[in-house]
């Protein structure tokens, strides 16, 4: 995307960035985002480029109190033209604008039961309810039940550097904040939210937000825990990735270790504590851990390869033996034969 053209989005999503902030290398992932929702959406299904990021000014300022489903679908009516699709139109800008502004996939209608279609389910939005109510109803669903008592410090050691190069995951980038540290266990790929500005921008907006504060606040602290700084493979890793959130820091938070503290996504944050206790996998469990943990399969790794090859060693030993000792036949033979009287004395071996 053309930079001042991304900075028209960005200053629309966020009017309280400033020009030095807008020129940043952190809204690169974004803004590639932006353009490829535009360059995906049909024709003629949603509304122009200068509509949609008309509509998208409109909707920013609408408060967090009022952003209802029948403000937002009003809003839409106003802003975007009547027609003969208009309603199938109006529907489909509005969901674009959602998704751009909060990184969410919507599904607003038209219909009878309008839902908020993120993972792990639909939740529905109602005319009179806020998105900001929907939302906090909607995540509060990541994380069952059985998992609010669960409690533990989380091991400092815990990087996605780690994870990745000692456990076998492999991190899929999503767009999508509900898929955040959702894993797919058959294929051990991770799906991870690539756009912590998004997050920062949101919470640091002197307007009250319409993702709930704790949402963020607990999504920037989940990437803080497995992106530190200061850490030279974690470095390493973003740069191997492309992703350039290393340079935004903590976010004026700290990094927490308590998993208790997470709310809203404690279950997941729990799948990566099971991860990170189990054995190493591929070329780290040859190693032995600095815990020991892997000490029984690191030992019998070991002492089978060791047994393979004294195997190998003795049966080239043996090969090397047999070799030698048919070519001392054969000499033993020759000196034999080699007398003038050999032939008569030993016909069946000097023939």
């Not at 001042?4 to 960005?10: I, P, Q, S």
């Not at 609408?62 to 009516?77: I, K, L």
């Not at 809203?264 to 020991?292: C, Y």
Request: proline share 6%.
């Amino acid at each position: 995307m053309e930079k001042n053209r991304a900075r028209g989005w960005l200053k629309a999503i966020w009017p309280h960035l400033n020009q030095d902030e807008l020129r940043s290398d952190n809204y690169d992932r974004f803004t590639q985002f932006i353009a490829g929702q535009l360059a995906a959406s049909t024709p003629r299904r949603v509304g122009s480029e200068p509509e949609v990021l008309s509509l998208l000014r409109e909707l920013r300022k609408v408060e967090p109190d009022s952003f209802t489903r029948t403000n937002a679908y009003t809003t839409t009516q106003n802003v975007l033209p009547a027609g003969s699709n208009s309603q199938m139109l109006h529907a489909k800008t509005l969901e674009l604008v959602l998704r751009i502004i909060f990184t969410l996939d919507f599904s607003t209608g038209p219909s009878d039961n309008p839902q908020v279609s993120i993972n792990p389910g639909p939740t529905a939005w109602e005319d009179e309810t806020t998105l900001s109510e929907t939302l906090a109803e909607h995540f509060s669903k990541l994380s069952s039940p059985s998992f609010d008592m669960k409690t533990g410090r989380i091991d400092p050691r815990m990087t996605m550097a780690h994870l990745h190069s000692h456990k076998g995951l492999t991190v899929c980038w999503t767009s999508n904040l509900a898929e955040h540290l959702a894993i797919n266990w058959k294929s051990r790929v991770i799906s991870m939210y690539e756009h912590k500005i998004c997050l920062w921008n949101h919470l640091s907006s002197p307007s009250p937000p319409i993702i709930p504060r704790e949402i963020l606040e607990e999504a920037i602290d989940t990437l803080n825990l497995l992106f530190p700084l200061n850490d030279a493979p974690t470095k390493s890793f973003l740069k191997q990735s492309e992703r350039s959130f290393y340079g935004l820091g903590y976010c004026k938070r700290e990094r927490c270790y308590e998993l208790d503290k997470f709310r809203i996504w404690r279950e997941r944050m729990a799948d990566l504590i099971d991860v990170m206790n189990e054995e190493p996998r591929g070329v780290q469990q040859l190693a032995l851990s600095k815990d020991g943990k892997n000490l029984l399969s690191f030992a019998t790794f070991w002492v089978a390869s060791t047994v393979a090859v004294l195997t190998i060693i003795s049966i080239a030993f043996g090969t090397v033996q047999t070799v030698y000792s048919v070519k001392q036949y054969n000499l033993a033979i020759a000196l034999a034969c080699a007398g003038p009287e050999a032939r008569a004395a030993l016909p069946e071996y000097c023939a």
